[in-house]
């Protein structure tokens, strides 16, 4: 897209934005949220799409109303197979048969005599349709002026205003770093366990190739004794930019020291626990409060008393009211706005320190599984995340793994161990794992500290196998030695079949499959324990009711006895979760 710009766009070239995707990357869903594709494709085999796309194909076939969509499409092929341009020819009778519209011609070019001799042609006149297809696109109202045309018929009235409990005031520079206050910003997370500083003795990619998410392996020294199904908790930081960002915004010297003194009166259970009473605005805005939070309405209604246009303080108290609980989340909320987003559409608010301090949650510790123990401390693995958020606002860096993976070996975090004694591998014993993604990796651990006079079956879930397998050689390693006894494996996008001949896209189909009966035979017979590690609404919940369905289909009991059952295991802890949101 770069080149494209860069070549044809002269003066005009910030009129395009687009983004360059591959098709493993995609969902088929996603077509449904474009209005404008560019397609590039070539054909394969007999008229076959390519392997790259064959799996976002096959999802294709779902879409029966593409109406909404304008496409350009240029076919790769060769004479010398038989089905010249198949695979194109038959998504462009696909998309014109959903009543997608074609805004440029399609064409088809020949690698027997040279694929330049169409290509270059049909690119270089792509430039001017494209231009003007876009310019034919409804261009959607800026956030401000939406926020300017609110009709406010009554602003709403404030009972009180905004009670601060800080009195805050500035004392000179003031030179300190991280730790300062750490069992403070830690309470109450640690009360039963004390932080430890931790180094970080290694990192490691387990994924290599951008079409995935990008997954790493950190290893870290610890102080505390861990066990396989440990977690622990992490201080992450606000990113040094978008700190540095606010403190100009707030028009603030970062290292300034300051003082908070408790107003008289205020009942010190009103007083936040993380707040540090002596610190620098630098130092508090990165460690102690949240600021990509979404405001809550004391914020707002905070803020609106700290502008100094009548209008700007009408619409934030406006947000904050009841009968604006539509907007807020319409306008707001559902465009995942935070803190120097706000302020930057409201640019005569210029709220005080003490204010932000009071109303901005605090950063909270994020808390990670153990995948393995080692001599020097343990490992854990998590994925790079970037929030998606509105289409109008730009995605969102992920505030502990893009920091995480900012830092380098022999830097310093501060940890403390998280009881989760509900997650602990059942030893001596038979074992049922189950995990999707990064939810493999406590399983690692479990594996280890197996012998082979254990039953452990392994259920894992990855997108692609040769992409973003994480730990396959170890899990061969363990398969090999005999501490691990059955593996099965599912891939959402590729189509991998077993020995057996069934290929399956999640673990809850693996469930639902030919293994399902002997699964189900270990958790009855066997009395197996049943381990779920992954995400809580699509994981987690689609395991429960896949084996409530084994259940139902191999033992002759009801749904509802059923669902008794694992209830009772899960009481009892044979039915153990490590889940997330």
């Known amino acids: 897209s770069s080149g494209i710009n860069a070549e044809y766009g002269g003066e005009q070239r910030e009129q395009l934005i687009c983004d360059l995707q591959v098709a493993e990357a995609l969902e088929a869903s996603d077509l449904m949220k474009e209005k404008m594709v560019v397609f590039v494709v070539s054909s394969t085999g007999e008229g076959d799409p390519p392997d790259n796309f064959e799996s976002y194909w096959r999802n294709m076939q779902s879409l029966e109303d593409l109406s909404h969509l304008s496409f350009a499409l240029l076919g790769l092929g060769d004479t010398n197979y038989t089905e010249y341009g198949g695979f194109p020819n038959t998504l462009h009778t696909f998309l014109t048969e959903r009543a997608a519209k074609p805004f ?22 792509l430039w001017e349709p494209l231009l003007r297809q876009i310019s034919s696109l409804p261009r959607e109202e800026s956030l401000s002026a939406k ?30 770093s991280f730790p300062h206050g750490v069992d403070k910003l830690l309470r109450p997370f640690s009360d039963s366990s004390p932080f430890y500083p931790s180094t970080i003795l290694t990192m490691s990619a387990l994924t290599s190739d951008d079409r995935v998410k990008q997954t790493y392996e950190l290893g870290i020294s610890v102080d505390a004794s861990y066990g ?32 908070l003194t408790v107003v008289e009166g205020v009942k010190p259970r009103l007083l936040p626990k ?64 935070s803190l120097l987003e706000l302020l930057t559409i409201f640019p005569s608010c210029h709220p005080g320190l003490g204010g932000l301090l ?9 808390y990670y599984s153990v995948s393995r123990i080692t001599q020097q401390g343990l490992k854990f693995v998590f994925n790079l995340i970037t929030n998606t958020r509105h289409p109008a606002t730009p995605p969102l860096p992920g505030v502990c793994s893009s920091w995480l993976n900012s830092l380098l070996p022999g830097a310093t975090l501060y940890t403390y161990r998280r009881k989760n004694d509900s997650f602990i591998p059942h030893l001596p014993g038979r074992m049922i794992l189950i995990g999707a993604g990064t939810g493999v990796s406590p399983f690692l651990g479990f594996l280890d500290a197996a012998s082979t006079s254990d039953h452990v079956t392994l259920i894992t879930g990855n997108r692609y196998r040769a992409l ?26 590729d189509e991998v079949r077993e020995e057996g001949g069934e290929s399956w896209r999640y673990v809850q189909d693996v469930i639902r499959g030919s ?36 259940l139902e289909l191999h033992t002759g009991r009801s749904r509802e006895e059923s669902e008794w059952y694992l209830k009772e295991m899960r009481t009892v802890k044979r039915y153990c979760e490590n889940i997330w949101s």
Do not use: M
């Open 104 to 125: 440029y011609e399609y064409q088809l070019a020949n690698d027997a005599v040279g694929l330049e001799l169409v290509v270059e042609p049909w690119i270089a006149g």
């Open 147 to 176: 926020l300017a045309a609110l009709s406010i018929t009554t602003v709403p009235t404030v009972a009180a205003p905004i009670k601060q409990i800080y009195n805050l005031e500035w004392e000179g520079e003031w030179e300190h």
């Open 228 to 259: 396989p199904g440990d977690s622990f908790g992490l201080l992450c930081e606000n990113s040094d930019t978008e700190v540095t960002a606010l403190l100009s915004r707030l028009s603030l010297a970062p290292h300034e020291h300051y003082r």
């Open 274 to 337: 993380h707040i540090l009473l002596e610190c620098t605005p630098w130092y508090a805005l990165k460690y102690t409060v949240d600021i990509h939070s979404l405001p809550k309405k004391a914020l707002l209604k905070y803020l609106a008393e700290c502008c100094e246009e009548q209008k700007e303080g009408d619409v934030l108290q406006y947000l904050a009211s009841k009968e604006g609980s539509s907007d807020l989340n319409e306008l707001i909320y559902s465009r995942g706005l």
């Open 358 to 366: 009071q109303f901005l949650p605090r950063l909270n510790p994020r």
């Open 468 to 493: 973003d397998s994480l730990y396959e050689r170890e899990f061969r390693e363990h398969l090999s030695s005999g501490k691990l006894s059955v593996w099965h494996r599912a891939f959402s996008r």
């Open 515 to 550: 293994p399902g009966p002997e699964l189900v035979k270990e958790i009855t017979e066997n009395v197996a324990s049943v381990f779920v590690c992954g995400d809580a609404k699509g994981l987690a919940a689609g395991v429960w009711e896949a084996l409530i369905e084994g």
